[in-house]
């Protein structure tokens, strides 16, 4: 535990904590316990989604979490997303309960930088102390984390040395000094403090800060030793695989360095980010085996709170097609699409009702992209349509990955429409998550393509605008348009209504036309403009058939 100096005269009943846990009578001896102490601010929450709304609404300094909060959802998971969203200090004291001691719950819980960890049953007098213990932790790197997050980076140091000078040894101060240091380039201030802190302490944290050095320093084989060995030495210190794991990658030791950050995946199996780390080193070492077995690990401890699910499934989707892409065999291909099937319907049995439609919308996306790699172009169409059905009219309420993930394919069919909808709610979006943000940033860096859609919508207004009074003329351009874009819906639409207004209902393209767009999902104004031209098509071979009735039935005189 964190040696820290003691406070005195902490005004106990002023300080709030939130124990969250699902078995309410557990909580209720924690609050109990707690009360003993003088803590009187004491909140309960039971499950997730109550969890959120008291972080949202008041500023905890203190946090007891159970690390199984159901079937579905994590503790971790759930402390996960109340940091990415800022509903705690940085400074919240956090501890984590649980009855279950494997090594995975316990080193995913420190992974999470909780505080403490502490056993089921709960021993009164463990909880007391470590009440006490996290809280005066919290208040020495309080004014640290403030400096910090307003960006006073200097400020921030020396208020570390101050502490440690006033009080002494502190591994959560040096650390974070040696952090600060190590960011700001300072080699030998934070060489000089290593030295200094090591003499003292040979802690783990501390020798991982040194190999980091000793890497920024230029020594990547130093620094790979060091990790190598710290590993060996302290086997559930999965951050010292993350290094290691990420030193090697940046040597090109793929395969080496994907054993290591499997071995920290099978510690940690529900930290989806090393799920996804080793994936891509399979696709580097063009391993599928391992990398459908990740995929596996990645659907089964799937985050549920909020939609970072989808945004990891697109990024292993991503990763996915580059495996898919490298020089396998067609029969391997198909092998591997339907195991990525497979595991949509895997992650399926997890997930919300809305988040499954979610999930179909993304899988025929993704289906699509494979289609239209393997030049089934209207199945492609399709499947992309369909995906994006549900969004059609409502495009702010589609995920930014899905909209990203399906602008390629709409680009290469030509729907504007589409195109122009999910541009302007991108753009309105303040952040975009790094999947999103990644394949919008490949699309907009392509001027050619860029260039060439808004050739194509200035073509469409120009020959739309010109289907009334010049029939034929607009009949040239939708021609012109279809040359490079064989499945544009809205050429589609025009070369019909032109052939309609020069009275040619029997002409082929006209059945060529209907053939592209039958059955497709058709966002407005599109699918207003076709079941007119339906009407329009019924109603010119009505009369033709009644014209050709009618002349049937006059019989020639007899001579």
């Given amino acids: 535990m964190t040696e820290t100096p003691p406070h005195t005269n902490i005004d106990w009943q002023h300080v709030n904590v939130l124990i969250i846990d699902d078995q309410l009578s557990s909580a209720l001896l924690i609050q109990n316990i707690l009360q003993s102490i003088n803590l009187t601010a004491i909140d309960i929450a039971t499950n997730s989604t109550n969890a959120l709304q008291l972080c949202k609404t008041t500023a905890y300094d203190l946090i007891l979490i159970d690390f199984h909060l ?4 994590s503790g971790s998971e759930l402390l996960t997303v109340i940091k990415k969203n800022n509903y705690i200090s940085s400074y919240c004291g956090i501890i984590f309960i649980s009855g279950d ?4 719950v316990i080193v995913t819980s420190m992974s999470m930088d909780a505080d403490s960890f502490l056993s089921k049953p709960l021993n009164i007098g463990m909880l007391k102390h470590r009440i006490v213990t996290v809280y005066q932790a919290c208040l020495s790197r309080k004014p640290v984390y403030i400096a910090i997050e307003n960006n006073h980076i200097p400020a921030a140091i020396s208020l570390c040395r101050q502490q440690l000078q006033q009080h002494g040894h502190n591994i959560d101060i040096e650390i974070i000094l040696l952090d600060l240091l190590i960011d700001q380039q300072d080699w030998p201030q934070a060489q000089q403090l290593l030295n200094l802190f090591s003499k003292r ?5 501390l020798r991982l800060r040194q190999a980091q050095l000793i890497h920024r320093q230029g020594d990547s084989i130093a620094a790979t030793q060091l990790l190598r ?13 993350d290094e290691l794991a990420a030193l090697l990658h940046q040597q090109h030791q793929y395969d080496a360095a994907k054993e290591i950050a499997y071995q920290a995946l099978r510690l940690t199996p529900s930290i989806s980010h090393r799920s996804l780390q080793v994936a891509q080193l399979a696709v580097k070492t063009h391993d599928p085996s391992l990398f459908m077995k990740t995929g596996k690990i ?9 939609n970072d699910w989808i945004i990891h499934f697109a990024q292993f989707t991503a990763l996915f097609e580059q495996l898919h892409n490298q020089q396998l065999s067609p029969m391997l291909q198909r092998k591997l699409i339907k195991q990525l099937i497979k595991l949509h319907y895997q992650a399926r049995q997890r997930l919300t ?11 025929h996306i993704t289906l699509a992209r494979f289609a239209a790699t393997n030049k089934h172009p209207l199945k492609a169409k399709h499947r992309l349509l369909h995906g994006l059905k549900i969004y059609f009219g409502q495009m702010s309420k589609a995920p930014a990955s899905i909209m990203v993930d399906a602008l390629p394919l709409l680009i290469h069919f030509g729907e504007t ?14 952040l975009l998550d790094d999947h999103s943000h990644h394949r919008l940033n490949q699309l907009q860096e392509n001027k050619f393509i860029i260039e060439n859609i808004r050739l194509l919508i200035a073509q469409l207004a120009t020959a739309k605008a010109t289907i009334s009074p010049d029939p034929q003329r607009a009949y040239c351009i939708y021609q012109t348009i279809l040359r490079d874009y064989p499945y544009n819906t809205e050429a589609h639409l025009g070369r019909i209504n032109s052939l309609l207004i020069m009275q040619k209902i029997t002409h082929p393209e006209i059945n060529s ?18 079941t007119q031209l339906q009407r329009q098509i019924k109603d010119q071979q009505s009369m033709i058939y009644d014209h050709r009735h009618h002349h049937a039935q006059i019989k020639p005189p007899f001579t």
Avoid: C, N
């Fill in 229 to 241: 060995t710290l590993i060996k030495q302290v086997p559930l210190f999965v951050e010292a695989y």
């Fill in 70 to 73: 159901d079937p579905q959802i």
């Fill in 101 to 104: 001691r494997t090594p995975e």
């Fill in 353 to 363: 009702h809305y988040q499954k439609i979610i999930l179909t919308a993304f899988r």
């Fill in 298 to 306: 990645l659907v089964t401890h799937l985050p549920l709170i909020d």
């Fill in 513 to 530: 036309s209907l053939q592209k767009i039958k059955k497709m999902p058709l966002a407005s104004p599109l699918l207003e403009w076709f």
């Fill in 417 to 430: 429409g589409l195109i122009r909808e999910i541009y302007q709610v991108l753009m309105t979006r303040s």
């Fill in 201 to 205: 302490s040979q802690h783990h944290k």
